[in-house]
């Protein structure tokens, strides 16, 4: 069983609704906003202020309907963090977009100059690290993965805040559709999430959320009950809260996801490029994308809240937390002695 210390659980308590759900917003991505900006400028780097620009705006335009902000410390925490709402939760990303990749496999790092004690420090509610994994990479790479998580939730629990994980399958060079992109791997195999979930899903890494892909390819959540018992079996062996990611699907798709994951017990969504890719298709028109932001994209976020709403599990009373859900302890005189600092 599990139960959250004070700092973690006030960090999961910021990051949800009254009700425990997390409707959560990702500004953090990198290479999906860089990218596209140095392709239209013809640049081969996206110049720090539109890359930060862009970012601003979806702070500005979707806060309002989240319950948290995902930022990154490169352009967005910078740029915007004088306009995040101080009452949404805020959770920090640490490691790098650019991950080392050979034969056997991917391997991630921190962001240089980057921990998660200056996100604590910062007074960040959260720390989120994105590792991709595959079970079947070679055995140096998928102990070099575990080694990586397992030291970052180490430091979440010295620092006493919580340690949202991200895993994503990827393709290997071997494969068929193997490209280096941050999109969602074609073709995916629904055991390697699965068997990557149960990997990290092991108390020695010390994860308080899951944010979890698609188990199957996002235009196969289809509504059937065969593709429902992948998803239940992914919310068991997650065995704590956990969210969906969009990993660049469609609204539409993502809706269905979603549909699954609640179904299955997610506690909710943290989410990105479903909410906002089409408007950023409209750069460099700035008022275009400030419209579709302030039009289309708030009404899809407010969609997939009010489904959260109605069929998200709360996080609180996940079935780790034992009959009595997440609650502060101990709830008496005795705190402040059993409370370790640093």
């Not at 006493?160 to 060079?173: N, Q």
């Not at 899951?210 to 199957?216: N, R, T």
């Not at 289809?222 to 065995?239: H, N, P, V």
Request: aromatic residues 10%.
């Amino acid at each position: 069983m599990m139960n959250p210390t004070p700092g973690k659980l006030w960090g999961l308590r910021r990051m949800a609704d009254q009700n425990g759900i997390f409707k959560m917003t990702a500004v953090d991505q990198r290479p999906p906003i860089k990218g596209p900006i140095a392709a239209q400028l013809g640049v081969e780097h996206a110049p720090w202020d539109q890359v930060a620009g862009f970012k601003g705006l979806l702070v500005e335009t979707l806060q309002a309907n989240s319950t948290a902000m995902l930022l990154d410390p490169h352009f967005a925490i910078p740029h915007s963090i004088d306009k995040v709402d101080p009452t949404k939760g805020l959770i920090v990303t640490l490691e790098d977009s650019l991950f080392q990749e050979d034969e056997g496999g991917r391997t991630s790092a921190d962001i240089d100059d980057w921990s998660v004690e200056k996100i604590k420090r910062m007074g960040g509610d959260a720390v989120k690290v994105l590792a991709w994994y595959r079970p079947d990479a070679a055995e140096r790479v998928c102990k070099a993965q575990q080694d990586y998580v397992k030291r970052l939730g180490e430091q979440c629990a010295k620092y006493d805040i919580p340690f949202l994980f991200e895993l994503l399958v990827y393709p290997l060079a071997s494969d068929q559709h193997q490209t280096k992109e941050y999109v969602e791997m074609k073709g995916k195999n629904s055991d390697h999430v699965l068997q990557s979930v149960e990997e990290f899903a092991k108390p020695e890494y010390g994860i308080d959320v899951f944010k979890l892909e698609s188990p199957v390819n996002a235009e196969d959540a289809d509504g059937s009950a065969k593709t429902q018992a992948i998803f239940d079996e992914m919310g068991r062996l997650a065995g704590r809260p956990w969210v969906m990611l969009s990993a660049g699907s469609g609204k539409a798709e993502f809706k269905n996801i979603l549909e699954h994951a609640f179904a299955a017990g997610a506690s909710g969504f943290l989410a990105g490029r479903a909410i906002w890719l089409d408007a950023f298709n409209a750069y460099p028109n700035w008022d275009q994308i400030r419209k579709e932001l302030e039009t289309d994209a708030v009404a899809y976020l407010k969609d997939i809240g009010s489904l959260a709403d109605s069929q998200a599990k709360s996080w609180q009373t996940h079935k780790c937390y034992g009959a009595m859900g997440a609650h502060f302890a101990p709830a008496d005189a005795s705190f402040r002695h059993q409370y370790e600092g640093f």
